[in-house]
């Protein structure tokens, strides 16, 4: 059976700490493509000043250009409202029958998907695939889910990957204070972020 990824997130801006948990994750458990889905009105995020969903899909683009292997979709943006990722495996679930779903996260969110609306759903429809990310140790989480979640068996994976302590909070912080971005992300999104302007003032709705 075929494997797709899927990569949720915000994705404002998307850097290289997201491409190399997608391109390691898709190696390593043989995915055939990585979906990136940036969401619309994330349910976890309080920021109000989350840049226009087309600006972040652009980026996204660019960044992904080079991979034929990564591709992007508008479901979450196109949807009304907050989105939910067991909404998005609903509907991805129906427009890839062929396909095992393998969603991909840092170990951050990892940590946090109990929390997410309709838990136990999800995880009879995806499997996990937790990406090592700086500051955000897992091994405690993998033996509470042993213990607490037998159910889950084998379906929640941890991913050693090489490890960048990259996030786009710094990278936004970077651009209003005036410091470099250069090598935190690829070159066409830097030069994207430049010529809109994004990130400089504080609360640009953008
Ligand atoms: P923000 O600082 O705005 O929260 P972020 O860098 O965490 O941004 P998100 O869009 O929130 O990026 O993350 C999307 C997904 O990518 C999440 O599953 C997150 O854990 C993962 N991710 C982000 N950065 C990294 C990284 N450096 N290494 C591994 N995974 C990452
Ligand atoms: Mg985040």
Known sequence: MNR???????????????LVAAEMARSEFNLSKVLFIPSGKPPHKDRRDISEAVLRFEMIELAIQDNPAFDISAL??????PSYTVDT????????PEHELYFITGTDALREIFSWRE???ILTMTEFIGAARPGFDASDFLLQVQQEH????GRI???????LAIS???IRTRVKRGLPIRYLLPEPVRHFIQQYGLYTTEGNVF
């Open 4 to 18: 797709l990824g899927i990569m949720g997130g915000t994705f404002d801006p998307i850097h290289y700490g997201h």
């Open 76 to 81: 979450e943006l196109e949807r009304k409202g």
């Open 89 to 96: 495996l609903r509907v991805l679930r129906r427009t890839w």
């Open 119 to 121: 838990a136990e759903e």
């Open 150 to 153: 037998p159910e889950t068996q």
């Open 157 to 163: 994976h941890y991913l050693e990957v090489p490890a």
């Open 168 to 170: 786009s909070t710094d």
